[in-house]
């Protein structure tokens, strides 16, 4: 394992202030987006959909890697150049997302395991070649009745700590990405011990696998009220609760945070993530960065809605959404730049 690489890789993505862009959604999900819109679910319009992600002009000055999908990293620009060399020539460094999906766990009604582990070895020597220097594996961990239970996180967190150290082995940098759903009616303090719990459990399996913290990414949800739970709490009151949940739990020695943005609208993820920044940044070990999907690609795709036509504009919001989240890493985001 060549230590220093991954390090020095995971530096270059929470470096300037930049966030990742995770553009890695499944096919289904992806078609599940388009169709909300009526856009054509074809391979073509994913195509040309990521294509006006990659092209978008300037956006290696507030991103700093891509999370790919299988298909995406295999496609091109219309003019033939792979969408790797394209990223690679935007000063962005291509990732990947490894895992195969959240299943239905046996013998756990309404839990999910993630698939992916069989064969990723040789899956992430391919990647590998391909220009691939990160990778993504994410996991749901859902709140109701009676859930989450200790058989779903431990499972969940064993399989990210085997994807982590197989990720390593290969000189990718792990993110590790353990999401608790904000779906539901439970409060900001019962979403607050379940991340706490989880991640908790999840550290134990990395340090039981041997994973070089220094040389992974946490890719962490924000700690939130249920989105049917009649109490959501101020923005500061979700930074605060975030944080200090962070500070129990995670490692001073992990190489940086970046959030997942998990349904929360564009300009909140934002809000949030500046309070956290403006509030704490001082006093904290790791970078509070972004690695965000519909957060800042949504608007975007509202306005895209598969037709070429649209292509400026919607390349205009996603830069607008990626600079604000930019802000949003110094503490500096407000209203004034937000209506920019
Ligand atoms: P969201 O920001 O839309 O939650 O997506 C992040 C992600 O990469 C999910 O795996």
């Not at 999840?202 to 249920?226: A, H």
Request: charged letters at 25%.
């Amino acid at each position: 394992m060549n230590t220093q690489a991954l390090i020095e890789t995971v530096r270059m993505l929470v470096a300037d202030d930049k966030g990742l862009l995770a553009m890695d959604e499944s096919n289904p999900t992806c078609n599940k987006r388009f169709a909300l819109l009526g856009i054509p679910q074809t391979v073509e319009a994913r195509r040309a959909y990521r294509e006006l992600i990659v092209t978008t002009p300037d956006l290696g000055r507030c991103i700093s890697g891509a999370i790919l999908y299988d298909e995406t990293i295999r496609q091109q620009k219309q003019d033939g150049t792979p969408f790797v060399k394209a990223i690679i020539g935007a000063g962005i460094i291509p990732g990947i997302k490894v895992d195969a999906g959240a299943k239905d766990m046996a013998g756990h009604p309404k839990e999910k395991i993630t698939e992916g582990l069989d064969g990723l070895r040789n899956r992430l020597k391919e990647y590998s070649q391909m220009g691939a220097r990160f990778a993504k594996w994410r996991a749901v961990i859902a709140i109701g009745d009676g859930i989450p239970s200790t058989g779903c996180i431990e499972a969940n967190a064993q399989t990210l700590a085997r994807y982590a150290a197989l990720c390593q082995e290969a000189g990718l940098v792990p993110i590790v990405e353990p999401e608790v759903l904000m779906d539901g009616e439970h409060t900001l303090q019962r979403c607050r011990e379940v991340t706490e719990e989880v991640l908790r459990t999840v550290f134990n399996q990395l340090y039981t696998q041997r994973v070089m913290l220094e040389g992974m990414i946490l890719k962490p949800n924000m700690v939130l009220p249920g989105l049917n739970c009649l109490r959501q709490e101020t923005v500061d009151e979700v930074a605060d609760t975030t944080v200090r949940c962070l500070m129990q739990v995670v490692p001073a020695a992990v190489g940086g945070i970046a959030f997942l943005s998990g349904g929360q609208s564009g300009q909140l993820a934002t809000e949030r993530l500046n309070a956290m920044n403006f509030r704490f940044k001082s006093r904290l070990p790791w970078a509070l960065a972004f690695s965000f999907a519909r957060a800042v690609q949504q608007p975007a795709m509202d306005i895209w809605q598969g037709k070429e036509a649209n292509v400026l504009a919607a390349q205009k919001a996603l830069y607008h959404r990626v600079k604000c989240n930019q802000a949003a890493r110094r503490g500096e985001y407000n209203a004034a730049i937000e209506r920019m």
